[in-house]
């Protein structure tokens, strides 16, 4: 399969651009998007398409209205004998999103679509179609190219019209990839967004605005509102009704550095709501009624967040949940540490799915890095955030976990082993070797970074030898929380070739420059 410019992508996104038009963003803009169909069901936050496989596929779209869902699906964009699909209505209990499941696809084959939205008790009352595509999983040896990043609408720096809008979603979209992979912080909900920021030349930062993200997210309302904040953007919407995603979460989806079981100290007055797991709890209501993903669907017997994502004979993709499970931050150099950051339940099915998989490329897809050391400093403790905590010598804390997982791919010898992650707001490639670790039972392996979407951009994080990393490339600015209007906005790029099996990994900037290229050979346990 070669990557070439969308088939007719002008027709294919025609529905959902004019199903959206609406939503060119004033400054201050609360109300929903409307359509030329007065009083039929609108379709105004575009659709989504996520955790393909090679014969099924979700749908996602959000209604102004209660609405029945209705999904067409077609071979080519002229949608002559489409087959529909019923899907569930949408009403206010899931603030009117909903996801239909496809089935029976066509493996490795462009899928059209297109939403339509019926009254709940006329069928032929219908709004707008809003349209999209994607590709199926191919059953055979093909090339692959996805995408990840993360961190969109950070530090309270919005949706900015004089910008364009996040414009980094055109240029992944122009990569043509077979999906996008979003390391987290797919929101900022602990990140109030206001009109302008002053920037350092003294110029503003002008923002969208809307009055969910006037304040933290403390109810569900709140957190519904947050994530519909971004898709007011132009060109995520088109992105999304172009590409695919497999979406994870971090920390922001709820609140900066949070972790089950934590008391938001009095002093924070922003905070009306003092218990994080109540508020985690709309948070992952709202989240998985944002985004089409397979384990969250109402109804899902597994009800999380991690799963595997197969993609053909060449890949799989096995997305970490390193929030849920974790244990309370502190310093981090506990010399037993059972639960550690993925939680024991959680290593034990990593385990177990990394030694089934049969794939070329076993992609580990972590919301947080490894060798990267991110301090928790939210109530003035010098704590961790992350897995490593500064001390470079033999594994202490969540860094025991991280030694058992990769001494079991060592002693398994499980092949082609990457690590993608983001959250740390700048772009880098570490390798790590056991010959300059203090753990030493490991094979080589590679992690890269990447993000932010569209959030403030910080210096590069310190390295902990424990494992032994070497920083081979890094970009990331020198001053803190620098905007996206000065740049320093990043994704990555894997591309595997379908006859070699090599894995590329690409890092690129917002503009899609790319920054730097490592490939990597197949059938090796380090690299």
């Not at 043509?176 to 350092?200: K, M, R, V, W």
Request: charged share 25%.
């Amino acid at each position: 399969m070669s990557h070439r410019p969308f088939p007719a992508r002008r027709s294919v996104l025609r529905g959902t651009l004019a199903a959206s038009a609406a939503l060119t963003v004033p400054v201050t803009l609360g109300a929903a998007p409307a359509l030329a169909l007065s009083g039929r069901p609108k379709a105004g936050w575009g659709v989504q398409a996520g955790d393909v496989t090679s014969d099924s596929g979700l749908v996602w779209v959000r209604s102004d209205r209660p609405a029945r869902m209705i999904v067409e699906t077609s071979a080519t964009e002229s949608f002559r004998n489409p087959h529909r699909w019923h899907g569930p209505l949408l009403g206010a209990d899931t603030d009117f999103t909903g996801t239909t499941r496809l089935r029976g696809l066509p493996s490795g084959r462009q899928v059209h679509y297109r939403v339509l939205l019926a009254g709940p008790d006329d069928p032929r009352r219908t709004g707008e179609p809003v349209t999209g595509t994607f590709r199926t999983v191919p059953s055979g040896r093909r090339d692959v190219r996805f995408l990840w990043s993360g961190d969109l609408a950070g530090q309270g720096w919005g949706i900015n019209p004089d910008l364009g809008g996040y414009r980094i979603y055109d240029a992944m979209g122009r990569l043509d990839p077979d999906f996008f992979l979003c390391s987290g912080d797919n929101i900022y909900a602990d990140g109030p967004i206001t009109a302008t920021q002053a920037l350092p030349d003294g110029s503003l930062y002008r923002s969208v605005t809307t009055e969910e993200k006037s304040k933290v997210a403390e109810t569900l309302a709140e957190f519904r509102g947050n994530f519909r904040y971004n898709l007011l953007d132009e060109n995520l919407r088109r992105f999304n009704a172009q590409v695919p995603s497999i979406i994870q979460w971090d920390d922001h989806e709820v609140r900066n550095n949070w972790y089950p079981g934590e008391v938001i100290a009095a002093s924070d007055t922003r905070y009306t709501e003092k218990s994080v797991d109540v508020m985690a709890v709309h948070a992952r209501r709202a989240f998985s009624e944002y985004f089409p993903i397979s384990t969250l669907r109402p109804g899902a017997k597994e009800g999380r967040v991690q799963r595997v994502m197969r993609h053909g004979p060449l890949l799989d993709v096995f997305v970490l949940d390193m929030r849920t499970y974790r244990n309370s931050n502190s310093p981090d150099k506990q010399t037993v540490d059972p639960q550690g950051i993925l939680g024991r339940e959680q290593l034990e099915w990593l385990k177990r799915e990394l030694s089934r998989s049969r794939a070329v490329w076993k992609v580990i897809a972590a919301d947080m890095p490894l060798g990267l050391v991110v301090p928790d400093a939210t109530e003035g403790k010098p704590n961790i955030e992350a897995v490593a905590q500064g001390d470079p010598g033999a594994p202490l804390g969540r860094e025991l976990q991280i030694a058992e997982l990769l001494r079991y791919i060592k002693h398994r010898r499980i092949t082609g082993t990457v690590w993608l992650t983001a959250d740390v707001h700048h772009t880098s490639a570490q390798h790590y070797q056991p010959s300059r670790a203090a753990f030493t039972d490991f094979e080589p392996f590679w992690e890269f970074v990447s993000g932010p979407l569209n959030a403030g951009a910080f210096p590069a994080s310190d390295l902990d030898n424990t494992f032994g990393p070497e920083r081979v490339f890094v970009k990331a600015p020198t001053a803190q929380n620098v905007s996206p209007a000065e740049g320093y906005q990043f994704f990555g790029e894997v591309d595997i070739d379908g006859h070699s099996g090599e894995l590329t990994v690409r890092l690129r900037e917002q503009d899609g420059t790319v920054l730097f290229t490592k490939t990597l050979q197949p059938g090796r346990v380090g690299q």
